[in-house]
């Protein structure tokens, strides 16, 4: 590297301008590691390495203080990162991309059009924060390329973990090996979140939506490539720089792997895949670690009472005079055969439908099942809207069949059917948005229907998508709480599972512990004053998620904020609406108290006439340390 062209000081302050700084525009956020390397932490973290007045750039120019770069390497493709890195490229600085990725910044308009309906049945849970809007590609690249900058030579490794595809950049300069590592660590040992790493495990035979953090191998191994690098300094997309990288990641390392443990080893999985749990269990944990499995519920009975009629994943509860009363309807093979009974003469007639939660698989013929019985359909308030309105959600195994005059229960509500007590509960198991009924036959059989939130191995929330949250008294807490306060001799009835089980007082308290652990183990994990923020990808969220307009109208759109810290915090939010749409007001904020959730109102107005069949309208959050770019979208669809 040739030598110095100008002297930049440590931090930026009261330094002259430049023809390659406007170090004005970053003020205090200006930091010079090195006499050639200098980052700008700001919302993303953007790395100047000058030489002989060019300019190498990595992630992008966050606070808009570089005129002209040579070049731009990204990471990945994640958009609360990229944006950084666009206008530099737009200015004519040839982006470097990894090749895995490459269509994430290329083809995004294929991407949203398809997404559109790609988001009903959804079972990969993959990101959508990645551009709304295409960045061209100067080159696309993978591991053992090299690039060349000014004849110093640019390493590339792939490092997938935090996203499928990415890549990290090594580069020496000034006798330092720096690492440019995107997500795939936060500060000293840390990650952003577990969501992101949802993903099928193909080793172990466990899909997309049963991956809990299924890229954590791949994360692992990622972050070992990278200490064999010897990096004397990384600096990831966002947060601090790491000037002990091999002990940051060692600690890092280490969170990841109590955390997985602690999740595995109470997990309703271990009962469906059993030992495929132990290939999981390897791939992070290595093969000297032990998962303190929890043993299966201390009841498993071989069948239901003869009062209930398992029909693939529903159940039908039949009353001595015939009539029935079912619990889900994912199917048409369901539908059939409750059609076939009435027919065959051992149903008389069907009273009504009760949801235990939104889920495709548990929806999605409700309405069909109506149109043949016309019986009402039961659900919580807590549930009533995403079923009336899926649509309106980003969220796993979404149907698109909406249910409409829905009987609206409230938690604890009591019903007397034919020889039948029901007490319909809310309970946020397996997704946030899940109910539950206890049925009591003559006092004596205690039936707790509750959906897919437990099998005999323990609770289901391999899906972090669904919102399972950490907080005492919600989530698996809360539900954990009521199986103690509901009559002690209950059978558990989840309908993936033929068997009615029961947990001994034991087990409910020891799930209750694991979890309480699990809390401490992600407070240190996450960078977050919380750690409900690294598990809930919908904390902030724009509803409705998808909704249709024409040319010419206005729309609403909402924000809604729930503040998992443990004091009141102040959002601010800004809508980025696309190109020609108006967003009124542009931005507001709000003061939420602790676990609340509240909402910002916007109106958009679309032109007259429209450009495009879909606009996707992302929204910045601001708050404590935080600032978060084009963090959650929302899609709005021109009519033709
Ligand atoms: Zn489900």
């Given at each position: 590297?040739?030598?110095?062209?100008?002297?930049?000081?440590?931090?930026?302050?009261?330094?002259?301008?430049?023809?390659?700084?406007?170090?004005?525009?970053?003020?205090?956020?200006?930091?010079?590691?090195?006499?050639?390397?200098?980052?700008?932490?700001d919302t993303v973290?953007?790395?100047?390495?000058?030489?002989?007045?060019?300019?190498?750039?990595?992630?992008?120019?966050?606070?808009?203080?570089?005129?002209?770069?040579?070049?731009?390497?990204?990471?990945?493709?994640?958009r609360d990162?990229?944006?950084?890195?666009?206008?530099?490229?737009?200015?004519?600085?040839?982006?470097?991309?990894?090749?895995?990725?490459?269509?994430?910044?290329?083809?995004?308009?294929?991407?949203?059009?398809?997404?559109?309906?790609?988001?009903?049945?959804?079972?990969?849970?993959?990101t959508t924060k990645?551009?709304?809007?295409?960045?061209?590609?100067?080159?696309?690249?993978?591991?053992?390329?090299?690039?060349?900058?000014?004849?110093?030579?640019?390493?590339?490794?792939?490092?997938?973990?935090?996203?499928?595809?990415?890549?990290?950049?090594?580069?020496?300069?000034?006798?330092?090996?720096?690492?440019?590592?995107?997500?795939?660590?936060y500060?000293?040992?840390h990650?952003m979140d577990l969501y992101s790493?949802?993903?099928?495990?193909?080793?172990?035979?466990?899909?997309?939506?049963?991956?809990?953090?299924?890229?954590?191998?791949?994360?692992?191994?990622?972050?070992?490539?990278?200490?064999?690098?010897?990096?004397?300094?990384?600096?990831?997309?966002h947060g601090?720089?790491?000037?002990?990288?091999?002990?940051?990641?060692?600690?890092?390392?280490?969170?990841?792997?109590?955390?997985?443990?602690?999740?595995?080893?109470?997990?309703?999985?271990?009962?469906?895949?059993?030992?495929?749990?132990?290939?999981?269990?390897?791939?992070?944990?290595?093969?000297?670690?032990?998962?303190?499995?929890?043993?299966?519920?201390?009841?498993?009975?071989?069948?239901?009472?003869?009062?209930?009629?398992?029909?693939?994943?529903?159940?039908?509860?039949?009353?001595?005079?015939?009539?029935?009363?079912?619990?889900?309807?994912?199917?048409?093979?369901?539908?059939?055969?409750?059609?076939?009974?009435?027919?065959?003469?051992?149903?008389?007639?069907?009273?009504?439908?009760?949801?235990?939660?939104?889920?495709?698989?548990?929806?999605?013929?409700?309405?069909?099942?109506?149109?043949?019985?016309?019986?009402?359909?039961?659900?919580s308030q807590q549930s009533a809207d995403i079923?009336?309105n899926?649509?309106a959600y980003r969220l796993?195994?979404?149907?698109?069949?909406?249910?409409?005059?829905?009987?609206?229960?409230r938690d604890?509500?009591?019903?007397?059917?034919?020889?039948?007590?029901?007490?319909?509960?809310y309970?946020p198991?397996?997704t946030l948005y899940h109910?539950?009924?206890?049925?009591?036959?003559?006092?004596?059989?205690?039936?707790?229907?509750?959906?897919?939130?437990?099998?005999?191995?323990?609770?289901?929330?391999?899906?972090l998508q669904n919102r399972n949250f950490l907080h005492r008294g919600m989530g698996y807490f809360y539900?954990?709480d009521?199986?103690?306060?509901?009559?002690?001799?209950?059978?558990?009835?989840?309908?993936?599972?033929?068997?009615?089980?029961?947990?001994?007082?034991?087990?409910?308290?020891?799930?209750?512990?694991?979890l309480?652990?699990r809390r401490q183990?992600l407070a240190?994990l996450f960078p977050w004053d919380e750690p409900n923020y690294g598990i809930d990808e919908q904390w902030a969220r724009i509803y409705p998620y998808g909704q249709?307009?024409?040319?010419?109208?206005?729309v609403g759109v909402t924000v809604k904020i729930l503040n998992h810290s443990s004091s009141a915090q102040v959002y601010a939010v800004s809508l980025t609406v696309?190109?020609?749409?108006?967003s009124e007001p542009k931005s507001a904020s709000v003061r939420i108290e602790p676990r609340e959730e509240a909402e910002l109102h916007f109106r958009i107005?679309?032109?007259?006439?429209?450009?495009?069949?879909?606009?996707?309208v992302t929204c910045d959050v601001e708050f404590d340390k935080w600032h978060l770019r084009d963090w959650c979208e929302s899609?709005?669809?021109?009519?033709?």
């Amino acid at each position: 590297m040739a030598g110095l062209l100008f002297a930049l000081p440590g931090v930026c302050n009261g330094y002259a301008s430049t023809p390659v700084f406007r170090q004005e525009d970053a003020g205090d956020a200006l930091v010079r590691l090195s006499p050639h390397v200098s980052v700008c932490q700001d919302t993303v973290n953007g790395v100047f390495i000058e030489d002989t007045g060019r300019t190498l750039v990595i992630y992008g120019d966050p606070s808009g203080c570089v005129e002209k770069a040579d070049m731009v390497l990204f990471t990945h493709s994640r958009r609360d990162v990229v944006w950084a890195g666009r206008k530099l490229v737009e200015g004519g600085a040839e982006s470097i991309v990894p090749r895995a990725e490459a269509d994430n910044f290329t083809k995004v308009n294929d991407f949203w059009l398809s997404f559109v309906n790609r988001r009903y049945h959804d079972y990969e849970q993959q990101t959508t924060k990645i551009p709304t809007e295409p960045l061209k590609v100067g080159r696309a690249v993978a591991s053992g390329e090299q690039i060349s900058w000014q004849d110093t030579p640019v390493r590339v490794l792939d490092t997938p973990g935090y996203t499928r595809g990415a890549v990290s950049y090594f580069i020496n300069v000034d006798g330092l090996t720096y690492g440019f590592v995107g997500d795939l660590i936060y500060g000293d040992g840390h990650l952003m979140d577990l969501y992101s790493l949802q993903d099928g495990v193909a080793e172990a035979g466990i899909g997309g939506y049963h991956g809990y953090a299924g890229r954590l191998g791949d994360l692992i191994k990622s972050l070992r490539k990278v200490i064999d690098q010897n990096p004397d300094i990384l600096i990831p997309a966002h947060g601090p720089v790491i000037r002990n990288p091999k002990q940051a990641i060692e600690r890092l390392i280490q969170r990841l792997q109590a955390a997985y443990a602690n999740y595995l080893s109470i997990n309703a999985g271990h009962w469906y895949f059993n030992e495929r749990y132990e290939v999981l269990a390897k791939r992070v944990l290595g093969t000297a670690f032990r998962v303190d499995w929890m043993p299966y519920a201390q009841v498993i009975e071989k069948a239901p009472p003869r009062w209930i009629i398992p029909i693939h994943n529903s159940r039908l509860l039949l009353s001595q005079d015939k009539s029935g009363f079912l619990i889900d309807c994912g199917s048409e093979a369901i539908v059939g055969e409750v059609t076939q009974l009435k027919e065959q003469g051992q149903l008389e007639r069907l009273d009504g439908v009760f949801i235990t939660h939104y889920h495709d698989d548990h929806t999605d013929k409700v309405s069909e099942l109506v149109k043949r019985f016309g019986r009402p359909v039961y659900a919580s308030q807590q549930s009533a809207d995403i079923l009336a309105n899926p649509t309106a959600y980003r969220l796993p195994c979404l149907t698109s069949n909406a249910i409409s005059n829905l009987t609206v229960v409230r938690d604890g509500h009591k019903m007397r059917w034919k020889e039948f007590d029901f007490t319909f509960y809310y309970f946020p198991g397996q997704t946030l948005y899940h109910d539950a009924l206890l049925v009591e036959k003559d006092g004596r059989e205690k039936i707790f229907f509750i959906g897919d939130s437990f099998t005999p191995s323990g609770i289901d929330d391999y899906c972090l998508q669904n919102r399972n949250f950490l907080h005492r008294g919600m989530g698996y807490f809360y539900c954990l709480d009521l199986l103690r306060k509901i009559p002690a001799e209950h059978l558990l009835i989840n309908e993936h599972v033929l068997e009615p089980f029961r947990y001994s007082k034991d087990q409910i308290a020891h799930m209750t512990q694991v979890l309480e652990k699990r809390r401490q183990i992600l407070a240190d994990l996450f960078p977050w004053d919380e750690p409900n923020y690294g598990i809930d990808e919908q904390w902030a969220r724009i509803y409705p998620y998808g909704q249709q307009a024409e040319a010419g109208q206005y729309v609403g759109v909402t924000v809604k904020i729930l503040n998992h810290s443990s004091s009141a915090q102040v959002y601010a939010v800004s809508l980025t609406v696309p190109e020609n749409l108006q967003s009124e007001p542009k931005s507001a904020s709000v003061r939420i108290e602790p676990r609340e959730e509240a909402e910002l109102h916007f109106r958009i107005t679309i032109p007259e006439p429209v450009s495009k069949k879909l606009y996707v309208v992302t929204c910045d959050v601001e708050f404590d340390k935080w600032h978060l770019r084009d963090w959650c979208e929302s899609l709005i669809e021109i009519h033709p």
